[in-house]
């Protein structure tokens, strides 16, 4: 969960390196997207610490579940620009996230940085999701992933603390207000460091080896530092329970998915809905619920529907009707064949699944209206769902739990290397850091690979491949700022033949160079501001 892991490379088709110049007629125009290199599929491999890229972003979707973030675009107020241009392109629940930024509610934004070298410009969409996010009214968490780097990539913790440095003054110059917002270093937060030894406690190795493929020789503390990870996700939440996105690349969503799991594990109550006094899992509820609205109580002797008429209606139907597997509808007929008469009612359930019993007894007595308490669960028949979660949170902080809503995130594409293929901080060529003198960046970006054709009089005819070339992707992710007409404008000439890439590279190199003046003049503003900070800039640790 660490904000250089996600950005440190990624791959893309194949662009050229043709040079043509500038001159040409207007060809079709194209919505604003940059895809980052989407085109072509291959296997999906999501893996926080090795090398691995997303080839295809589709696939996200259809195997771990990413939504597509242009469906909640239009609830997020003042959307960022990389929300508008399509670099944010999925999440996991943010909808809870813009709702509360819209009401102007709690909430938090996170990422952490692992300081294993200088911070470069993929660190910048990282610094500005949570820049913004800050802006939007959120809080605002930034963290030094130290004990991750110590454990996992070896480094010493004087280099930890050099580079840490480095991260913090850019993230300042770009606009983070230490003042409204809170920065630490894992390594020196105790309060993270008992939140991670509690959430281990949920956690177990076979859990850590089939999501992160540890084994015999993985150490022990690089098996904590994910536990910990685990706890900066959650950390905004140690005070009061809020929504909080943690903005990443998509190669770190198994430690989102697990932080969500752990923020399930840690509640006392699991709210759900049920038709008897057993428990139904998911796909068995949904079937029975299904019959509930089928059947008439009306129709049988005393008015009231019973487990044993729908285990007959269910055994009526043929199987082709009924949208369950064999094992499901098995399940579902023995679990209402054993209830007998018990009636069917709708019910919203609260299950204790870590509750104290004090904790237990006060939500049985701030349940209103008729419930009905077993051993391990109360089921309520006048308290609708959204009531129940909020309730059940409610009795579990006031009780000494944390209440933690799963929390969200948001992803952005990987950016493509300036030599095409892979950005990777080993080839100084391929990335921009945001220490790089300002010459340097103009020269990298003036012998940046393009989308361009072979010849100029190919490029005018059929147009640049503004889609594949990390010159454009400058512009989208960076170089147009807020301006959305500049990039949209700079993606059109190219596709229509307008724009050639010797012009548009010096372009770019011009507005780097400035980007790079500016920022590292502001850097130098900063570095009172950072020593005023509560943060340790020197690590106690040696190793």
């Given at each position: 969960m660490t904000g250089d892991e996600p950005l440190e490379e990624s791959e893309s088709g194949e662009p050229t390196t043709g040079e043509p110049l500038t001159d040409g007629d207007e060809r079709s125009s194209s919505a604003l997207r940059t895809d980052g290199g989407a085109?072509?599929?291959?296997?999906?491999?999501?893996?926080?610490?090795?090398?691995?890229s997303v080839?295809?972003?589709?696939?996200?979707?259809?195997?771990?579940?990413?939504?597509?973030?242009?469906?909640v675009l239009e609830e997020v107020p003042n959307p960022h620009y990389?929300?508008?241009?399509?670099?944010?392109?999925?999440?996991?629940?943010?909808?809870?996230?813009?709702?509360?930024?819209?009401?102007?509610?709690?909430?938090?934004?996170?990422?952490?940085?692992?300081?294993?070298?200088?911070?470069?410009?993929?660190?910048?969409?990282?610094f500005d999701e949570i820049i913004w996010h800050q802006q939007q009214g959120a809080d605002a968490y930034a963290l030094i992933a130290d004990l991750e780097a110590n454990s996992?990539?070896?480094m010493s913790w004087a280099e930890?603390?050099?580079?840490?440095?480095?991260?913090?003054l850019s993230l300042l110059a770009l606009g983070?207000?230490?003042?409204?917002?809170?920065?630490?270093r894992q390594s020196t937060n105790r309060e993270l460091q008992d939140l991670a030894f509690e959430l281990g406690a949920e956690a177990n190795f076979s859990e850590l080896q089939a999501i992160y493929g540890f084994d015999g020789e993985t150490d022990v503390s690089h098996m904590q530092s994910v536990v910990t990870q685990m706890a900066d996700i959650l950390y905004p939440q140690l005070e009061e329970p809020k929504p909080t996105v943690i903005p990443v690349g998509p190669d770190q969503d198994p430690h989102v998915r697990l932080a969500r799991d752990l923020a399930e594990r840690m509640r006392f109550f699991k709210v759900s809905e049920a038709y008897a006094s057993f428990e139904l899992e998911d796909d068995e509820r949904e079937l029975v619920a299904e019959f509930y609205d089928r059947l008439d109580p009306a129709d049988f002797d005393d008015e009231t529907l019973r487990c044993v008429h729908v285990a007959e209606a269910l055994e009526e139907t043929p199987l082709s009707e009924i949208d369950a597997d064999a094992d499901t509808l098995s399940s579902v007929l023995t679990k209402l064949e054993e209830a007998g008469m018990e009636p069917v009612r709708p019910r919203t359930r609260f299950f204790d699944r870590r509750a104290t019993e004090e904790a237990f007894d006060a939500l049985i007595d701030a349940i209103e209206g008729e419930k009905r308490v077993y051993e391990s669960h109360v089921d309520a028949f006048d308290v609708d769902r959204d009531e129940a979660e909020e309730l059940a949170r409610e009795t579990e902080v006031d009780n000494g739990g944390y209440g933690f809503r799963p929390?969200?995130?948001?992803?952005?594409?990987?950016?493509?290397?300036?030599?095409?293929?892979?950005?990777?901080?080993?080839?100084?060529?391929?990335?921009?850091?945001?220490?790089?003198?300002?010459?340097?960046?103009?020269?990298k970006v003036k012998a940046a690979t393009t989308g361009g054709r072979e010849t100029a009089e190919e490029q005018r005819e059929k147009g640049g491949r503004a889609d594949e070339c990390p010159v454009y992707e400058l512009y989208a992710y960076l170089l147009s700022g807020d301006d959305d007409e500049f990039a949209k404008r700079v993606y059109d000439e190219c596709v229509g033949g307008e724009r050639l890439c010797g012009d548009c590279k010096e372009q770019a190199a011009q507005l780097m160079k400035e980007?790079?003046?500016?920022?590292?003049?502001?850097?130098?503003?900063?570095?009172?501001?950072?020593?005023?900070?509560?943060?340790?800039?020197?690590?106690p640790r040696r190793r």
């Open positions: 085109a072509g599929a291959d296997d999906v491999a999501l893996d926080p610490w090795g090398s691995s080839s295809d972003y589709r696939k996200l979707f259809e195997e771990f579940g990413i939504e597509e973030f242009d469906e990389l929300m508008r241009r399509g670099v944010i392109f999925g999440h996991r629940d943010y909808r809870p996230v813009a709702e509360a930024l819209r009401n102007d509610e709690p909430a938090a934004v996170l990422s952490g940085f692992m300081p294993t070298g200088d911070p470069h410009i993929g660190h910048k969409l990282v996992a990539r070896g930890i603390d050099e580079h840490s440095r480095d991260y913090l983070f207000d230490p003042e409204e917002g809170t920065l630490y929390p969200s995130s948001i992803y952005h594409r990987f950016m493509t290397g300036l030599t095409g293929g892979k950005m990777s901080s080993s080839i100084p060529a391929s990335h921009i850091s945001l220490l790089d003198d300002p010459e340097d960046g103009y020269d980007f790079l003046e500016e920022h590292q003049e502001k850097r130098a503003e900063v570095e009172a501001l950072l020593e005023r900070t509560d943060i340790e800039l020197e690590s």
